[in-house]
């Protein structure tokens, strides 16, 4: 049974308020994985459900802050309809929490000095251009590499996105012009050891425009590093059957291809395998990041507990990081590419707050596609 914890400045006490069982909302979702894709035939449907008994309580115009629970992370529930036309983000200004003690916390202002952007990245390398490019971060203090291989996307091969490396060169143009200092890493550059040796270090925008992935433990159990590569704990004997939800999601850097296809094993000594787990995202020193941007699929996905999402938003919320755009659902790449653009204009030229900028971009994609599938997977998340 789901509910709604409401509160209001006007109220003593949290106001209990049930919505709904939650197989009436499984019974609305469009495939196995949950994903809303067609608001056309479910999504009147699942706002009634999840927003009719709370609309009572809150105005037009009201700033309306939550923090999801259970499936609902899942949801993309700030686009679902209000009526015919609009959606609900349309008439509230919905803002999404990790939890309701970010609401108490004092964040920092808005001041964005330093931009590190990844796009265009080359998943294609052989284990010397990865030695090569891996050598200038010899001296970094780098976190565990290898923590994950052998994952089967697209049969083992990820594909370039060539939308990620315009997206990445107009943004960084974008910045520089409005003298916020941009670093693009982009090709056989973009490898893991250059995200790692961000950590501790002062940017306060991180955007990541690559492949991202979540896997069910039942996914990864059939992935051949699970199968081949039991990883030991101290006393020798192998891990419980159940990976790790924070090793089942991650971020794919240069040089992926190798491990993907199950090589990992043969990389030189030392030079990370490009696939960046959660896991060591929540390890990283991010505390400086006022904005990351994942520009990538199902960043937002993770294991639902009841201590909410072990994915990346966990870990990058971990890591130190303030504010988190990222996907619920696989994203096209050229809707994408006009999103985050528009975003970036309307934040840093036009100076709108970013959740204005976000929500204005977001809105700009809708004109192009009408299909919710092509803008309404991207979630902002304090």
Not at 4 to 33: G, H, N, V, W
Not at 57 to 64: D, T
Not at 89 to 105: A, I, K, M, Q, Y
Not at 117 to 124: A, C, F, H, M, V
């Amino acid at each position: 049974m789901y509910c709604a914890l409401l509160l209001r400045d006007t109220c003593s006490y949290p106001i209990l308020i049930p919505l709904f069982e939650q197989k009436q909302a499984t019974s609305l979702m469009s495939d196995d994985e949950g994903e809303t894709y067609s608001y056309d035939e479910n999504g009147a449907s699942l706002s009634s459900l999840i927003w009719s008994k709370v609309l009572p309580y809150i105005k037009p115009g009201e700033s309306v802050y939550f923090a999801p629970t259970g499936l609902l992370h899942q949801l993309a529930i700030e686009a679902l309809p209000y009526d015919a036309n609009r959606t609900m983000d349309d008439v509230f200004n919905l803002v999404r929490v990790s939890s309701t003690r970010e609401l108490v916390l004092n964040r920092s202002s808005e001041a964005h000095t330093s931009a590190t952007l990844y796009g265009g990245i080359q998943y294609d390398m052989d284990a010397t251009d990865m030695e090569v490019a891996s050598r200038q971060y010899r001296g970094e203090q780098l976190l565990a590499s290898r923590s994950f291989g052998a994952a089967d996307i697209n049969r083992g091969h990820a594909n370039y996105l060539p939308g990620t490396k315009s997206e990445a060169e107009q943004i960084k143009k974008l910045l520089t012009s409005n003298r916020i200092t941009a670093r693009l890493y982009t090709d056989n550059a973009a490898n893991e050891e250059s995200f790692k040796a961000l950590s501790g270090k002062h940017q306060n925008v991180l955007h990541i425009a690559t492949h991202g992935f979540y896997w069910t433990d039942s996914t990864a159990q059939r992935q051949k590093y699970f199968t081949q590569h039991n990883t030991l704990m101290g006393d020798g004997q192998p891990t419980p059957s159940a990976i790790d939800p924070l090793n089942r999601c991650g971020l794919l850097f240069a040089g992926a291809n190798i491990a993907l296809q199950g090589y990992s094993n043969e990389l030189p000594e030392g030079v990370q395998d490009g696939i960046l787990t959660a896991k060591e995202i929540s390890l990283l020193d991010l505390r400086d990041a006022n904005l990351v941007v994942l520009s990538a699929c199902e960043t937002g996905k993770g294991e639902i507990t009841g201590d909410g999402v072990f994915g990346l938003q966990r870990a990058f919320k971990m890591a130190g990081a303030q504010t988190i755009i990222m996907s619920l659902w696989p994203v096209n790449d050229d809707a994408t590419q006009l999103l985050m653009t528009e975003f970036y204009r309307n934040w840093i030229t036009l100076r709108q707050p970013k959740r204005e900028a976000f929500r204005s971009a977001r809105n700009t994609v809708r004109t192009r596609y009408k299909e919710p599938t092509y803008w309404a997977g991207f979630i902002m998340l304090d």
